[in-house]
Structures are given as structure tokens and as C-alpha cells.
């Protein structure tokens, strides 16, 4: 009698203590910013430029984005902008990914950016599975003009939201064409109604 | 049968956050890049992507463009604090000669304040050097350590600077046109072919989620659990003093 109380309170416990299956997150954490190539010097004499050799596409708006490994295959992307407060704008729609038409645009010189969210109150968004997606997945970008952007992703980290690495991120990074996917992650903070993190995935064009 | 009941600690696998690993290195005040389009009426095809990064009154720079005519390609930052900062609209085209000249565009976007040089100067001076330029369909290099004016910096930060790639290729009339930058030079040359106003970066993460599936702890099954064992621990204490008297 005392064994089946004990093991059953213990096993109650422990259930109890699991988390209920929320969005997958993705194994690396990593907060720090890559810097800019910009060198600390300041001598006043500009450095010979160096000639890049990236494949690159021309500009052309995205109309669908497909990552068979995680099941997402969405048929129209809307256009996003900045906020006031300069963050990136996100979709009314959690059921639609967005892309960021300040910058470039998926398969042009540059990181492009796709938006989505993990999930609404209810239930999961489009991105829900974006922290499952691992190095080497392939991330097809259909085009307006019909061409087909394909990436490799290469990395799938999560950062905490204040301690953003936007340089990492949004900045000229790698010198050549790139994309981010960007969903919430880590921690939900129900006061807030805000995920503490993002999670992004970085590919490359092939 | 009696057996001792042993609370074994319960020990919680919370997430752990890596540490933050700071690197030594000065971060960049900010960044900005510009989507280069054709410019309305001289018909380029082409379309490329600027990025420009400011660190106090030092830019480095990124073009990439493709889809270009042959031959050289100026490029410059342009800004002037009494333009509308953006890239030339139909409306531009004064004269009618069928052709949007670089002189037409400065009320859009200003005059020459950086060449895009690859070697040497990068100061206005240089705006028509074509040899220090790119060249063809394709142009891509990046270079780092150009000093600017510090109201550039700020213009570059704010979204009012222009990145202008010239040199188009005319038929017909336009291809007999001078420029109007130097007389010796066709108009083709150094007519603006694509534009591009450079915008800040986003700042910070995204608000992309509404906790509708995040993870929660099941309070009843502790409650539940919790019960449960202290149950156990009572009934074994008792058994175990049973045992001894």
C-alpha cells in the first residue's frame, strides 16, 4: 500500500513536472552577435575592395515557400515592413508566412527574411515546426518570375529576444545570397502573452 | 510487505541558457541596405542588392548587381539634406529627349557624396572614374574602412541616402545622346541604370507567437502526486513504528 502510493505520487510528480508537447526547439542556443567585418581602425584610407563571387538571383517577389522536412508548404507570402519602433513587422495572419520586402529578396545578393509565427492562441502557426528543421534541409522559394530560389540551411538557432543578435541576423554578414526564417521560441511568459525567443534559421542559396 | 519508503529528491531539468560569450570587437552603429530596381525610362533590366554598415564615420559597403549592360558601372551614395530621397520619378524627365539623365534624378536623390570606387578614392571626385568601377552584367565586391562625412553617416542611418549604379545601353537616338556629366562621354555611360534607397535594418527579434501551444505544467497531477506521496510517507512511518513496538 505504501509502495503504490509512493511510486504513484512520485510518477504523478514527475508527469506533472513534464511539459505538455509545445513548438520543437532547435538544440543550439546561441546569443553571441557575429561583428561586422568593419575594422576598429580608423586610418582614413579606404581598403582596396575585395571582388565576391556569389551565385545570385535577380529581384523577383516570393509567391511560395516549401520545406518538405517540416511540412510547411505555403502558397502566398505577404509583404512586410518595419514598425515604428523599427522591429520587424509580423503577420495579421498566423497562417501565413511574410517576407520582408525592404530587403533582398529570397535569392538575391544578401540575407532575405520570411516571417511566420509558431502558433496562434489556439493552436500552431505556420512556422510551429521551423525549430525541428536541421542543417543541410532544403528551403524551396518559388518566385513571381517562375524561377525556383532552393537553399541549404546551414544553422537553426535560438536567441533570446533582448539579447537580439541583428547584426547576425540582418547585417552583410557572409557576402552572398542567404535567407532567414524567423519564428518565436524558448519560453512563453504568460503576463507578457510574448515568447522570450526567436528562433532562425540560416541557409544559403545552392 | 513492509518495506521503507525513500523520498528520493525530484531534481528539475529546467532549459539552460548558454551564457552570453562577448567578443571583443566594436559593434557596428548600424546597418542599411538598399534594393537597386531599374530606373523609370532608361529601360535597365537589371537588379542587385546594397548593404552598407556604419561604424561612427566609417562605411563599409556590399554591391551585388546582375542583369546589367556591358561595360563600366559607377556607383555612389548619393544624399542632399533638400531632396526628396528616393529614386526618380517619371515626372523628372524634363526634357523629353526619351532619357532620365543623372542631373534630372538629383532632385530625387541628390548629389554624389561617396563613390563606390574599388582602389583609391572614394570621394565625389572620383564619380566618374570609370576604371575604378565594375564592369558587365555582373558586379559584386565589397570595401570596408571609407570615411564619411558624419552628416552621411546620419543619412544612411535615417533612410535619405541613395545608392545609384550608372551606365545603361541605348538604341536609336538616345544612343547618339552626350552625357550630361562630360560632354566626351555618351549618355549611356552615365545615365542612371538602377536605384535603390538604403533602409535601416530591422532592429531586434519578432513577435511571431500567442502561446497557444506553449509548454505548461500540469498542476493537478502535482497536486496529485504531491498527495500521494505524502500518503506513502505516513503509512510507512506507521508501519515502521508498528514494526518496532
Redesign the interface.
Known sequence: ???A??V??????????Q?????P?PPV?????T????????????????????K????SRPVAIAIASIGVDAKTLVTLG?QA????Q?PTD?GKAGW?T????PG???PA?I???????????I??KLGALRPGATVNVRRADGSTARFSVDMVAR???D??P??TV???TT?RAELRL???????D?KT???L??VVAFAHLL | M??S?R??P?V?AL?L??P????G????DG?A?A???PVVVNGST????A?V?V????I?F?L?A??LAAGPHAAHIHFGASARHECPALSDEKDSDGRLSTTEGAPAYGAVVVSL???GD?SPTSGLAVDRFGSGPSI????????VAPEIATAIQKGQAVVVVHGVSYTGARAQAKSDLNPALPASATDPAICGVL???????????????????????????????????G??AF?ARRARS
Not at chain 2, 208 to 213: D, H, I, S
Open positions: 500500500m505504501t509502495v502510493l509512493g504513484a505520487g512520485t510518477a504523478a510528480v514527475i508527469v506533472g513536472l511539459p505538455s508537447a509545445g513548438p526547439q542556443s546561441a546569443s553571441a552577435s561583428p561586422s567585418p568593419t575594422s576598429a581602425l580608423t586610418s582614413g584610407r579606404a581598403r582596396d575592395a575585395v571582388g565576391l563571387s556569389a545570385f538571383l535577380s529581384r518595419k519602433d523599427g522591429s520587424l509580423v498566423f520582408y525592404d530587403g533582398p529578396a538575391q545578393f544578401g527574411v516571417v511566420g509565427h509558431v502558433d496562434s492562441a489556439n493552436g500552431p502557426g512556422f510551429y536567441y533570446p529576444k539579447r537580439f541583428t547584426n540582418y547585417g552583410d557576402q524567423i519564428t518565436c521560441g524558448g519560453g512563453f504568460r502573452g510574448h515568447y525567443d526567436n | 513492509r518495506r519508503m523520498l528520493a525530484l528539475l532549459p541558457a548558454l552570453f560569450i562577448g567578443v570587437t566594436a559593434y557596428a546597418s541596405s534594393n537597386l530596381t537589371g537588379s542587385g542588392t548593404m554598415t561604424t561612427g564615420n566609417t563599409e556590399t551585388a546582375s542583369g570606387t574599388k582602389t572614394t559584386q565586391y565589397m570595401r570596408g574602412g571609407v570615411t533602409s535601416a535594418s530591422p532592429s531586434g527579434g519578432a513577435a511571431t507567437g500567442a502561446g497557444g501551444t506553449a509548454p505548461t505544467q500540469n498542476e493537478g497531477l502535482l497536486a496529485l502526486g504531491g498527495v500521494g506521496l505524502l500518503a506513502a510517507a503509512t510507512g508501519a
